[in-house]
């Protein structure tokens, strides 16, 4: 388990990374993780085909990971 000090450089650091994203990949992290929703309920509100939605939504968590990850790392090398 992470100690509380982690969880909070975790959510900071996840936190910039959702800023830094494009303004369309906020939106549609936005609309999915809104309360109730569902990659089919974004699908049919914007127009697009639930298989691409899925794969937009891989590439984006693909890229908070990474971000997240290397957040860390620089918070490590620079001794927080």
């Known amino acids: 388990l ?3 000090s982690e ?3 975790r959510h900071d650091a996840l936190s910039g990374c959702l800023e830094k994203l494009h ?3 906020r939106e549609l992290i936005r609309r999915r993780y809104g309360e109730g ?3 089919r309920g974004v699908s ?3 127009g697009r085909p639930v298989e691409g939605l899925q794969k937009a939504y ?3 968590r693909r890229s908070l990971i990474d971000c ?3 957040a860390l790392a620089a918070q ?3 001794g927080r």
């Open 2 to 4: 992470e100690r509380p």
């Open 7 to 9: 969880l909070d450089s």
């Open 23 to 25: 303004e369309r990949d």
């Open 37 to 39: 929703a569902t990659i």
């Open 44 to 46: 049919q509100e914007i």
């Open 58 to 60: 891989q590439r984006i």
């Open 68 to 70: 997240v990850d290397r």
């Open 76 to 78: 490590c090398r620079e």
